[in-house]
Nanobody
């Protein structure tokens, strides 16, 4: 059974920092690309950051330079370090594990989400 369990969300003042963690079980963690997505009330889910199995990273323009994604394959954990937080970063943050198969089909798994609230 595949499980992705996020933690580390909470309430923080603007300018503050949070570190999100996502522990993954039930898959071969090291071969999956991992990502953090977020969804604010009334908005669509959007990509925040991704890290490939080879540790190539990509960021949304809105968080580049403030957020850092990393992975620890020994701990089956992906992190999102969030600095200089802004009220517009308020959202539920979701962890994702994704693997593209040779057939072209993707295996994709999601966590339950963790709330991040940034007060002004």
């Amino acid at each position: 059974q595949v499980q992705l369990v996020e933690s580390g969300g909470g309430l923080v003042q603007a300018g503050g920092s949070l570190r999100l963690s996502c522990v993954v079980s039930g898959i071969s963690f090291s071969i999956y690309a991992l990502g953090w997505y977020r969804q604010a009330p009334g908005k669509q889910r959007e990509l925040v950051a991704t890290i490939s199995s080879g540790e190539d990273t990509k960021y949304a323009d809105s968080v580049r330079g403030r957020f850092t994604i990393s992975r620890d394959n020994a701990k089956n954990t992906v992190y999102l370090q969030m600095n200089s937080l802004k009220p517009e970063d308020t959202a539920v943050y979701y962890c994702n594990a994704d693997r593209r198969l040779v057939s072209g089909r993707s295996l994709s798994y999601w966590g339950q989400g963790t709330q991040v609230t940034v007060s002004s």
